[in-house]
């Protein structure tokens, strides 16, 4: 006879955990079932089972049911119809035929239709409905007649004779094991919400050893429920049955704890936001014959709880991606600081898209990016509510739509930090833009498709003029203009600076026989000062001003935007003079040794760019180079006035928004030098 081989037995996954786990319940359950088993988003019907529960458990350790409301289910009309037949046909099965041996097998031919992970959350209903009944009708009873006449038919009331530590026992075991049910229905959830194409082939032998050890957590589920709903029934039948809860919840944990350990091994959420990620760089950077951009839109912004996510807010209609289809689609993402000034600018450009045009080139999509991890308040909700009443275009419905897996990729691929941003996806669904908020502040609807070659010809197509710097935030400013009037615009926020200038630059004006037009700016800072500047400038009549700070907020915001479209196109001060104007005026707001500033421009012949301290000083030297006006423009003569001016000893900064990537090097826009950098953290609310 032959030795018995030394080879190590193996076995197929299934068989291992099945005699791991000898005791299977008596009832068979198929390996497999076909694609048409019924499946549907079940944590809804979950949440109210969880609620049922929850509350009788409550009431049976406190006395007393807890009034704080149920939430309103998201399950459809169609699926609550669906699915109630089968839950009462299983609830009357282990309420009326416990002890049937057939029974099993029966709720099985019930549940045959409907997926994995849907079975033990009907089963679980089944005796909800059951356990919340006989809460109900005890809570009732001492105060609704037919209450209590029920409770007498059900014999519920003889339960009070028994000790109240025999009662406590019996609701510990059927509360231990209702808990332990509802952990596995979780991780069960967890397990089968998991797209399977993610799996790679290095996950296939655990990813089945764990789809084995969910369906035999169904299996004991459902055959707990049995035991539940009989050990329910002995409490007033006094049947001599008895069930040995305390080893079925034994059993499930187990069984949950040998899931959970799969799961954490197998990285599901970690693996999940990666496959995502790598999905959606995919789709934003590869362009197909039948490419479209609801495939990547749907993944950013899926259906949940079969209902669409979007909300048309002028129509009030919910929709899905498909009404994005083939267009040009904005994504605004803010949280919930976006300011209202910033929308209405937002909203005048959207609306100019539609003027003389049967149909409007893109479409605007709202996603609310908020810390899952916090609580959402009511006043979170009214802010919410408020900023979308503020909104003509499209919206998620809510936030808690929007995956905290796509949020982590908004938030590593697009850099979004509170800062509002605008990704532009074109028909095909490729990424055009990662932030096209700047092109949007500067040029509008110009900026239209918002592809970076659209961005690099507006920059070639522009000029360094006061029209460009206004850009019709005062249309008087361009009638001025116009009509041949030098403009002169300046800012700071010291007062005595601003009397001062303004008095010696009209009286030098007047001299020369120059129409000039002075409007003061503010500053992008110290917003109280700049109200009380503009209080001053009016009472006294120094020049015109901004009397709505919106328009003050805009031009500072315009300029910031413009350094931040030069930097993504490389262009630095030594080699763009554009570029070094914009960053001598943004240095001349941030520092205080200035005073103030002053541009001074015509609609043609360039424009005059001077820090406080030294236009004073020149104008105040105008009688030096008055007879050079004679010959030249004003302009001009003014110009060369203030060149011959030595720059004094000077300290400047320069307080930039921050941008993705390293810090950029700055030159000193007055000498030249490399700008020391500082990490400057500020909360001004001034």
């Known amino acids: 006879m032959e030795a018995p081989s030394s080879a190590t037995t193996t076995f197929p996954l299934q068989t291992t955990y099945k005699m791991f786990h000898e005791s299977q319940p008596e009832m068979i359950i198929p390996d497999t079932f076909t694609s048409e088993d019924y499946n549907f988003n079940v944590k809804p019907l979950l949440e109210v089972v969880e609620n049922i529960l929850q509350h009788s458990i409550l009431n049976s350790s406190q006395g ?73 009708t005890v809570q009732m009873h001492s105060t609704n007649p037919l209450a209590n006449s029920v409770t007498v038919l059900k014999g519920i009331l003889n339960i009070s004779n028994l000790s109240t530590t025999v009662l406590k026992s019996w609701f510990d075991n059927l509360h231990d094991a209702i808990k332990a049910m509802t952990d596995m229905i979780h991780s069960i959830l967890e397990f089968y919400d998991f797209p399977s194409e993610l799996i790679t082939s290095e996950d296939l032998h655990m990813h089945s050893e764990a789809e084995c050890i969910s369906r035999t957590g169904v299996n004991w589920i459902i055959k707990t429920v049995v035991a539940c709903a009989t050990h329910f029934n002995s409490l007033f039948s006094r049947s001599d049955q008895y069930w040995d809860l305390s080893s079925l919840a034994f059993k499930i944990g187990r069984i949950d704890t040998d899931l959970r350990e799969l799961l954490i091994l197998l990285r599901l959420e970690e693996k999940k936001c990666n496959q995502l990620h790598q999905l959606l760089l995919q789709l934003l950077g590869k362009e197909t014959a039948e490419a479209n951009n609801t495939k990547v839109l749907s993944i950013l912004i899926p259906f949940k709880d079969d209902k669409p996510p979007l909300i048309h807010v002028s129509t009030n209609t919910r929709v899905g991606v498909e009404a994005l289809r083939r267009k040009t689609v904005m994504l ?262 200035t005073n103030g500033w002053a541009v001074i421009g015509k609609r043609t012949g360039g424009m005059a760019l001077v820090p406080g301290w030294k236009i004073l000083e020149t104008l105040t030297k105008f009688d030096e180079w008055k007879d050079n006006v004679a010959g030249e423009t004003f302009l001009e003569a003014l110009i060369k006035a203030i060149g011959s001016n030595k720059i004094q000893e000077h300290c400047l900064k320069l307080v930039l928004p921050k941008i993705p990537g390293k810090m950029h090097e700055v030159s000193c826009s007055e000498c030249g030098n490399p700008m020391e950098k500082y990490i400057l953290y500020e909360c001004c609310d001034k």
Not at 83 to 110: A, P, R, S, T, Y
């Open 64 to 136: 007393e049911y807890p009034h704080d409301g149920v939430k309103e289910s998201m399950m459809d009309d169609h699926t609550v119809r669906f699915v109630l037949c089968d839950i009462q046909k299983i609830g009357h099965e282990v309420l009326f035929n416990g002890e049937d041996e057939n029974m099993l097998n029966k709720i099985h031919d019930v549940l045959s239709k409907y997926a994995w992970g849907v079975k033990p959350v009907l089963a679980l209903a089944a005796f909800a409905m059951i356990y919340g009944n006989f809460w109900l």
């Open 332 to 593: 605004l993402l803010s949280d919930l600081d976006i300011t209202e000034e910033e929308l209405i600018i937002l909203k005048q450009v959207y609306n100019d898209a539609y003027l003389e045009k049967s149909e409007r080139p893109y479409e605007m999509v709202w996603l609310p990016i908020v810390d899952n991890s916090t609580e959402w308040t009511d006043a979170k909700q009214e802010r919410f509510n408020r900023l979308q009443s503020l909104m003509p275009w499209y919206s998620v419905h809510h936030p808690s739509l929007i995956d905290p897996n796509v949020i982590k990729f908004i938030k590593e691929q697009w850099y979004f930090d509170k800062k509002p941003l605008i990704v532009v996806l074109n028909p095909q669904g490729l990424l055009v833009c990662s932030n096209a908020m700047h092109m949007i502040w500067i040029w509008g609807i110009m900026s239209f498709p918002f592809s970076r070659k659209r961005e690099e010809d507006l920059w070639n197509e522009e000029k360094w003029t006061i029209e460009f710097l206004i850009d019709g935030i005062d249309q008087s400013i361009l009638t001025w203009l116009a009509g041949g009037k030098y403009i002169c615009l300046y800012g700071g926020d010291d007062i005595n600076w601003i009397r001062k200038f303004t008095s010696t630059m009209r009286e030098v004006a007047h001299e020369a026989q120059v129409p000039l037009e002075m409007v003061y700016v503010g500053t992008s800072k110290n917003k109280e000062q700049v109200k009380k500047n503009m209080s001053t400038i009016i009472i006294e009549k120094l020049s015109h001003c901004w009397q709505d700070p919106m328009s003050i907020w805009f031009f500072w915001l315009r300029l910031k935007s413009m350094w931040y479209s030069k930097i993504r196109h490389r262009q630095a001060v030594e080699n763009d003079a554009m570029m070094h104007e914009i960053v001598r005026m943004l240095t001349f707001d941030s520092s205080n040794e």
